[in-house]
């Protein structure tokens, strides 16, 4: 096992993944509502205490807060530095609104609250390509090249030149495809749809559970066919090739935290696996020590997490702004200000509850067991 790195590692770490990606995130903002003429009274990067900041030409603050956890664009017509809108301005004319957020077009509000969570997830994607261009597409194919000692998949009848074809219903076309849907379920049933001689045969099978440790001593529980490949190869690939893979990589990411999350809901994964700014801190820490092609790599996955968690229909976040809006378009007038302030002020208590808790988590997971 290697000697996990040292605090300041960590902290320098945390704050070289996370500052980029929220300052990318917060530009998305800034720089769509310029497009459409929105004036920011403040860009901030971190929140609490402004420690250092200067004002542009614009009448923009911008400032580095105390509380490296995020960050926010305040335009003008907000009420504070989760976008609610300011009570003064209700019954204001259309040349008061010229220049705020609120006198935005509802599809302009849109996409300036879109943009951040993008820019994230264009980051990401960027990432990929670059790795795919560099060091090519790992390929290999989705028929059974051998299995692993005590395979579920052997013991349920299946053979060496299968072609696995679905699981669950879910197309398989590669062996990435293969592991994308069974890591994430460890222990469960599931159908293998598998074709042989030219017949199409179904093998109901129970994924094996899996504990394993990094060499730091991180573990993780994973779902295993126990199945081997033929041959991978990592093929070379162009530019709009590396992109398309890198945003169906990034996609799967997406995908695999959505399923995780709701496996936290509904109880089928512990809380415990749920992690907040001291794991992602450990973790920055961990990847850096690996090498830097570990750690942009990281990086990617928390630009994913970032836009993820930002898209969730949660009043504060990105996505709680849309779903307003998606209310606005179906009413064809907006919800009234003390509605979206009740709102936000609801979003936010639980925004800062749910950071308590997995900080709170994240501290007993840490805490040595005395093993």
Same mark, same amino acid.
């Given at each position: 096992?290697? =000697?996990?790195?040292?605090?300041?590692?960590?902290?320098?770490?945390?704050? !070289?993944?996370?500052?980029?990606?929220?300052?990318?995130?917060?530009?998305?903002?800034?720089?769509?509502?310029?497009?459409?003429?929105v004036r920011a009274d403040a860009f901030a990067i971190g929140f609490g205490k402004e420690l250092v900041g200067w004002t542009d030409r614009r009448g923009t603050r911008w400032k580095l807060c105390a509380l490296p956890?995020?960050?926010? %664009?305040?335009?003008?017509? #907000?009420?504070d530095a989760v976008s609610a809108p300011d009570p003064e301005l209700a019954g204001a004319s259309a040349e008061q609104l010229r220049g705020t957020f609120q006198g935005a077009k509802l599809w302009q509000r849109s996409?300036?609250?879109?943009?951040?969570?993008m820019m994230n997830l264009f980051l990401a994607v960027a990432i990929f390509a670059t790795f795919n261009m560099a060091y090519g597409v790992p390929q290999a194919s989705s028929v059974i090249g051998g299995f692993a000692?005590?395979?579920? +998949?052997?013991?349920?009848?299946?053979?060496?030149?299968?072609?696995?074809? &679905?699981? #669950?219903?879910?197309? /398989?076309?590669?062996?990435?495809?293969?592991?994308?849907?069974?890591?994430?379920?460890?222990?469960?049933?599931?159908?293998?749809?598998?074709?042989? &001689?030219?017949?199409? !045969?179904?093998?109901?099978?129970?994924?094996?559970?899996?504990?394993?440790?990094?060499?730091?001593?991180?573990?993780?529980?994973?779902?295993? !066919?126990?199945?081997?490949?033929?041959?991978?190869?990592?093929?070379? %690939?162009?530019?709009?090739?590396?992109?398309?893979?890198?945003?169906? =990589?990034?996609?799967?990411?997406?995908?695999?935290?959505?399923?995780?999350?709701? =496996?936290?809901?509904?109880?089928?994964?512990?809380?415990?696996?749920?992690?907040?700014?001291?794991?992602? +801190?450990?973790?920055?820490?961990? =990847?850096?020590?690996?090498?830097?092609?570990?750690?942009?790599?990281?990086?990617?996955? /928390?630009?994913?997490?970032?836009?993820?968690?930002?898209?969730?229909?949660?009043?504060?976040?990105?996505?709680?702004?849309?779903?307003?809006? &998606?209310?606005? +378009?179906?009413?064809?007038?907006?919800?009234?200000?003390?509605?979206?302030?009740?709102?936000?002020?609801?979003?936010? &208590?639980?925004?800062?509850? !749910?950071?308590?808790?997995?900080?709170?988590? #994240?501290?007993?997971?840490?805490?040595?067991?005395?093993?």
């Amino acid at each position: 096992m290697i =000697q996990s790195p040292s605090i300041l590692m960590m902290i320098g770490a945390f704050l !070289l993944v996370l500052g980029p990606l929220v300052l990318l995130h917060e530009l998305g903002h800034y720089l769509m509502a310029r497009l459409f003429g929105v004036r920011a009274d403040a860009f901030a990067i971190g929140f609490g205490k402004e420690l250092v900041g200067w004002t542009d030409r614009r009448g923009t603050r911008w400032k580095l807060c105390a509380l490296p956890l995020g960050g926010y %664009v305040q335009f003008a017509g #907000d009420m504070d530095a989760v976008s609610a809108p300011d009570p003064e301005l209700a019954g204001a004319s259309a040349e008061q609104l010229r220049g705020t957020f609120q006198g935005a077009k509802l599809w302009q509000r849109s996409l300036i609250v879109l943009a951040g969570p993008m820019m994230n997830l264009f980051l990401a994607v960027a990432i990929f390509a670059t790795f795919n261009m560099a060091y090519g597409v790992p390929q290999a194919s989705s028929v059974i090249g051998g299995f692993a000692s005590n395979s579920v +998949a052997q013991a349920a009848g299946m053979r060496e030149g299968d072609r696995i074809v &679905a699981i #669950d219903g879910t197309d /398989i076309e590669s062996f990435r495809d293969i592991a994308e849907n069974v890591m994430i379920y460890p222990g469960k049933a599931v159908a293998v749809e598998v074709e042989r &001689a030219g017949q199409r !045969l179904t093998y109901p099978v129970r994924l094996a559970v899996s504990v394993e440790k990094d060499e730091f001593g991180n573990e993780m529980r994973r779902g295993l !066919l126990g199945v081997r490949s033929t041959k991978l190869e990592f093929v070379r %690939v162009g530019p709009v090739e590396a992109f398309s893979t890198g945003f169906e =990589q990034s996609m799967g990411i997406v995908r695999t935290m959505a399923i995780g999350l709701k =496996q936290i809901v509904t109880g089928e994964r512990g809380v415990d696996e749920m992690g907040g700014p001291l794991k992602i +801190a450990k973790y920055s820490g961990e =990847q850096l020590q690996r090498g830097w092609l570990d750690f942009v790599g990281f990086a990617a996955l /928390i630009s994913i997490n970032l836009a993820f968690i930002n898209l969730l229909p949660i009043p504060t976040l990105d996505g709680g702004h849309l779903v307003i809006y &998606a209310a606005e +378009a179906i009413r064809r007038r907006p919800l009234g200000i003390r509605s979206q302030e009740w709102a936000f002020r609801t979003g936010l &208590a639980f925004v800062l509850a !749910l950071m308590l808790f997995v900080t709170l988590n #994240d501290i007993v997971s840490l805490l040595p067991t005395g093993n």
